[in-house]
């Protein structure tokens, strides 16, 4: 049982690897920061969290890191943390209650003050019920983020975050 905890870990991430990956690149394509970045006016800045919603699957969920580069064959247990340099990998950490689809929870990124809205990406792997882990390294520049975590159209979590240089 326990590998194949270990095999979903790893799953977990390589998928957030891709999606910081994107979300790098977006930061690679923007204009110079004497922009003003767009505000969002859409109606999940107005959300607030669904709590009964999180209750039902979710005892926990926070985020925490990883040291960027691991050493072949180590197995980093993530720390808990809202802090983050350009050397750690940035990991959404939780107990499920019960098993969720792949595809049914989605990541939004957003900057924070003012918030605009950065990237989102699709959970694409089933969450068994237990403990999970999945890490990434996040291409973000320091700054003040929040995670929103979402099930459907249901905003299940807000997870602030900071890296700093």
């Known amino acids: 049982m326990k590998t194949q905890h270990w095999i979903y870990l ?23 920061s004497t922009s003003v970045p767009q505000q969002i006016t859409t ?10 919603l999180f209750d039902e699957y979710f005892s926990e969920l926070t985020t925490a890191k990883i040291p960027l580069k ?3 064959g180590a197995e980093p247990q993530p720390v808990k ?3 983050y340099t350009a050397e750690d990998q ?22 924070r003050d003012p918030e ?3 990237g989102e990406s699709p959970f694409n792997i089933e969450i068994h019920q237990g403990a999970f882990a999945s ?9 003040k983020y929040n995670l929103k975590i ?12 900071d890296v700093t240089e």
Do not use: H, R, W
């Open 70 to 72: 691991v050493q072949e």
């Open 150 to 161: 979402f099930m459907g159209d249901s905003l299940i979590s807000v997870l602030p975050f």
């Open 116 to 118: 605009y809205f950065i």
């Open 10 to 32: 790893l799953i977990l991430i390589v998928i957030l690897t891709i999606i910081v990956g994107f979300f790098s690149s977006l930061f690679q394509q923007t204009t110079p």
């Open 90 to 111: 940035i990991c959404i950490v939780g107990k499920a209650k019960k098993d969720i689809p792949a595809n049914t929870i989605e990541t939004q990124f957003y900057s």
């Open 43 to 52: 109606t999940t800045t107005l959300q607030e969290v669904n709590q009964v």
């Open 135 to 143: 890490c990434a390294d996040s291409g973000l520049p320091s700054g």
């Open 81 to 83: 943390t809202q802090t």
